[in-house]
């Protein structure tokens, strides 16, 4: 059961990774640039390190999530 309840910590700080990275993606596009293109039209360098921060920030995320549940299940 304990490992359901750490994947299920890491599945939860994975999305919460995900909503963070695209929701800021979705920021960015709406008042820096306006509705006129995307972050990814601009450079395409950015595109890859969009997606190298996004894995990064899920790895770190996850990680956190499942420590954070694991610690809180045994107290």
Known sequence: ???VTV????LVGGA?????CWGA???????V???KGSLFDTDP???N???????GLILIFAMA???????RKSR
Not at 49 to 55: K, M
């Open 65 to 71: 999530g499942a420590i954070v549940v694991t610690r």
């Open 1 to 3: 059961m304990k490992l």
């Open 25 to 31: 993606l979705y920021v960015y596009g709406a008042f």
């Open 49 to 55: 390190l969009f997606f190298v921060t996004w894995g």
């Open 7 to 10: 994947v299920a910590g890491a």
């Open 16 to 20: 919460l990774a995900t909503m963070f």
């Open 33 to 35: 640039l306006h509705g």
């Open 45 to 47: 360098e950015i595109a």
